[in-house]
């Protein structure tokens, strides 16, 4: 879809872009409520840049599935741009971090093993293993830039890992040459006092190296543009001022106003979100229904072939129903990934089942997945699999050691703790319950006899 306004935001990162191909260092962030349109910003801004000669991007975005494997976003980001490399430059780009970069990309670690043979196995100190990772990315990007700039956009840090947050507070430290531009993003309304990313949030808001970006809600001449993109017609006046209402200007509640009255027949306006969203889910067929209730659950873009077959309470997931629910517009599809179409849809989606539906589609999800086990244990502790989850917390602890030894180990290791607590005081409530239900029974009894009792005294 056709991008509206944003043009001052779009200079201001053209800037910093500028200024990392001058070879210093840049970092901005950009910030705003759900919806107001970071992605699709970063999306503009990328697409600005392609065939831009000496400018290479690495994007990639945190998503909470995944926000319990170390680096995701990070790994994220960098996997375009390297993969993309032939074997031919994989030495001379990925240098001395090969290592490094096989650990965070284990995909490609086959591939960059080969192309790049290490004599001797990197050891370092797990204190030490952070630096190295740290410093080895950016050697990696400094070197694919090669006279140009790199852009390092890293989207929705809010759901980040304690790697990749960790990343981003050393890059607002550092003061070297380096032809790198660092973007963050998160929104605002995610965070409340305790959030994990609360101290680089605030860190980011101070610090005078970084730059802000706020994404204000569209003005109303830009609302009505964004309207006329939309509908491809320009609105009744009553329309606009209903949507101007509605909306308050952030472009996601107004793109599903207009969806809504598009595909909803009797759809109000004053209808909330979610009564929006329930109403689009309606119309659909059980197939492509299915489909939506799932990769609202996946939560990620994920090939779709990874998930057909898959089996639920309801039926079995198939081909059929996907191009009804990417058509519908909850779903979308690019190059073979399928994903809901924006965050808080799946919230609102989620929320609509039954526990034990949502439990449901998080198991057959854990059970499928071949990713790491930081994001299987994320399903199976939503799916309310204590065992499963404590275990897979374990498995996610020992994975994350090879990477990042701090946060994200040792956060797996003491959820385990917790988990194991509380099945145990489960399964202590069980058997609580159990004897509640015998002493009902002995209740009843002692009522039964002290009735008759009473029964045999007043008879006399
Ligand atoms: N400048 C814009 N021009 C046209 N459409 C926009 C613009 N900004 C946002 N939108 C539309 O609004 C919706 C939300 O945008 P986007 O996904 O970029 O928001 P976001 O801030 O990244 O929030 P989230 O991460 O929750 O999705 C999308 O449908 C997008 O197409
Ligand atoms: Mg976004």
Redesign the pocket.
């Known amino acids: 879809?056709?991008?509206?306004?944003?043009e001052r935001e779009l200079g201001r990162l053209g800037a910093a872009l500028e200024r990392a191909a001058a070879g210093r260092l840049s970092r901005v962030v950009v910030t705003?409520a759900?919806?107001?349109?970071?992605?699709?910003?970063l999306s503009e801004l990328e697409r600005r840049l392609v065939g831009e000669p000496g400018v290479i991007v690495a994007r990639g975005a945190a998503v909470e599935p995944r926000s319990g494997h170390p680096y995701a976003a990070l790994s994220a980001a960098l996997e375009g741009p390297i993969s993309s490399l032939p074997d031919s430059r994989l030495p001379e780009v990925l240098g001395p971090a090969a290592d490094e970069i096989a650990l965070l990309l284990p995909d490609m670690a086959a591939r960059i093993r080969l192309a790049c043979p290490m004599d001797v196995p990197m050891q370092s100190a797990p204190d030490q293993r952070r630096g190295r990772l740290v410093e080895g990315v950016l050697g990696v990007l400094g070197r694919l830039a090669s006279g140009g700039a790199a852009l390092l956009a890293l989207d929705?840090l809010h759901w980040a890992d304690p790697g990749t947050r960790a990343f981003v507070e050393f890059m607002l430290g550092l003061d070297v040459a380096l032809p790198v531009c660092l973007v963050v993003s998160y929104?605002h309304d995610e965070l409340d006092r305790r959030h994990p990313f609360g101290p680089v949030a605030a860190a980011l808001a101070e610090h005078p190296s970084v730059e802000r970006i706020e994404l204000e809600p569209f003005r109303p001449d830009e609302l009505l543009r964004?309207i006329e993109v939309a509908s491809g017609e320009r609105p009744t006046a009553g329309l606009f001022a209903a949507i101007v209402e509605r909306s308050g200007g952030n472009?996601?509640v107004a793109?599903q106003l207009l969806a809504a009255r598009r595909l909803v027949p009797g759809a109000r306006l004053s209808d909330t979100f979610d009564e929006l969203i329930e109403s689009r889910l309606g119309l659909l067929g059980n197939a492509a229904a299915r489909w939506v209730r799932v990769l609202a659950a996946v939560r990620r873009p994920i090939e779709s072939q990874s998930l057909v077959g898959m089996r639920l309470p309801d039926g079995t997931l198939t081909e059929r129903g996907l191009p009804e629910a990417v058509e519908c517009g909850l779903a979308t599809q690019d190059a073979g990934r399928v994903r809901i179409a924006?965050?808080?849809y799946a919230e609102t989606i989620e929320s609509l089942l039954d526990p034990i539906g949502r439990q449901a589609i998080h198991a057959a999800i854990a059970g499928r997945l071949p990713g790491p086990p930081a994001e299987q244990t994320w399903h199976w502790e939503r799916a309310l699999r204590l065992d499963r989850a404590r275990d897979g917390h374990v498995a996610a602890g020992v994975a994350a050691e090879a990477l990042d030894p701090g946060g994200t180990a040792l956060e797996h290791y003491l959820r385990a703790l917790e988990l194991d607590t509380l099945e145990r005081r489960v399964e202590h409530a069980t058997d609580w319950r159990a004897l509640v239900a015998d002493r009902h029974w002995a209740a009843v009894g002692a009522a039964v006899l002290a009735g008759v009792l009473l029964w045999r005294v007043l008879r006399e």
């Open positions: 879809m056709q991008v509206v306004g944003r705003g759900t919806g107001m349109g970071i992605s699709t910003l929705d929104h964004f472009p996601l793109d924006q965050e808080r």
